[in-house]
């Protein structure tokens, strides 16, 4: 099992110091290991929280709407679609009532391309984990927002 005081070689005034580099050094662990994952496919995870969203919705829903629930705001989510949009596997909806509106689709290569992710998917890194202490740790890191 991992000791951030080790990997880091220091020590902390307290443990809540501890926790909060702790969160930070693994979440840039997580990170590198999504960019990693996600190459291959040709997308970033904030893409794929993209594509996710749209297929969740089950419809073209706003941009503002795809921005609100992303995981990770990002102030690029424009230039994301963007990209997306490039590779076809979203589209572009105007909107007939208001032309400032525009709405965001996933094609059915967005749809393929989720479901080839799907079947690569591995949760290694939660692999350490019983299920309960996954639902503590959620439990936790929900109380700390």
């Not at 829903?61 to 076809?88: F, G, H, S, Y």
């Amino acid at each position: 099992m991992g000791d951030i005081s080790k990997d880091l070689n220091t020590s902390f005034p307290n443990n809540k110091v501890k926790a909060l580099l702790n969160i930070i050094y693994t979440g840039n662990l997580i990170n590198s290991h999504q960019i990693a994952f996600f190459k291959p496919f040709g997308i970033s995870p904030q893409q794929y929280n993209i594509l996710r969203i749209l297929k969740g919705a089950g419809e073209a829903i706003k941009v503002q709407t795809i921005k609100e629930r992303m995981v990770e705001r990002a102030p690029n989510a424009t230039r994301l679609m963007d990209k997306l949009c490039a590779k076809k596997l979203i589209e572009r909806i105007p909107c007939p009532e208001d032309r400032r509106v525009v709405h965001i689709e996933i094609t059915p290569e967005g749809i393929e391309l989720l479901e080839e992710i799907a079947k690569n998917f591995k949760n290694d890194l939660l692999e350490n984990l019983t299920e309960e202490e996954a639902s503590q740790l959620s439990d936790l890191l929900d109380k700390i927002r």
